[in-house]
């Protein structure tokens, strides 16, 4: 999947500016230490936590993005950071347990 | 005489607390061993790893460094800080244990498996501790992924 086609549904807001890229696969979670032992390349990450080690994570594992969950927003230097590092940073209007739903109906 | 081939040294201050400066020493030595040409997902173990040693020395030290060698057929990460220590480091080895404080779970530290990722991530993983600091000492071996 790519990110556009995602962006193209209801609720899901890219907060940066970063180009298009292959959705590969899935994670989800909020625990930071949690994701980096399970994360992959490629992974769309669905969490509610917003701090700049967020990036710092998703920019390790090079995430095709964050997806933040239940409206959850990021400040300005973290989305600044991540546009830097090239992930992506999604705000969505639906709980992390519909965001999986969608990503996994759209063949995630 | 060492007939290993020196290619790389960096050394990277950390400082307890800097929140938003942790990461940026991981990244750096990322960007740093794919220059190298390193096998990318090798340079994803090294990364991890000193990630996990970073941010620990953010979360739990009194601040440290670093430092980043690579030569022919190794990478090393040395992680070294001023304090307090680990009192009890086959505890803080397993996974799940963590002394995080609840404003630092918050920020979704403290899940207790930052060594653990170390010690999987790394190919030779030393630890030792005490009152004046804890020394990390990570190998990751070269050209092992490719076979
Ligand atoms: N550099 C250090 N100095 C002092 N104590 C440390 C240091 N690194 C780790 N510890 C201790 O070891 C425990 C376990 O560390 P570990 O990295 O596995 O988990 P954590 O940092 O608590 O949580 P996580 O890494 O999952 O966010 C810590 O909670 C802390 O008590
Ligand atoms: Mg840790």
Redesign the pocket.
Known sequence: MKLSQLLDRDGFTLMNAVGDRDVTGGICGDLL?WVMARGKRGMAWVTVQTHMNVVAVASLHEFSCVILADGCVMDEEALRKAETEGVAIVSAAHPAYAICGILHDMGV | MDDRFFVHREEYPITAGDFSAAGDASARIKYVLRKLGIDSALVRRAAIAAY?SE??MV??SAGGTLTLTVDRDTIRLLARDRGPGIPDIDLAMQEGY?T?TEAIRELG???????PNMRRCSDRFTIRSSPGGTVIDMEFTIGKESG
């Open positions: 230490s | 996990e941010i620990n979360i739990h963590s995080a530290f403290g899940a207790g498996m930052g060594l």
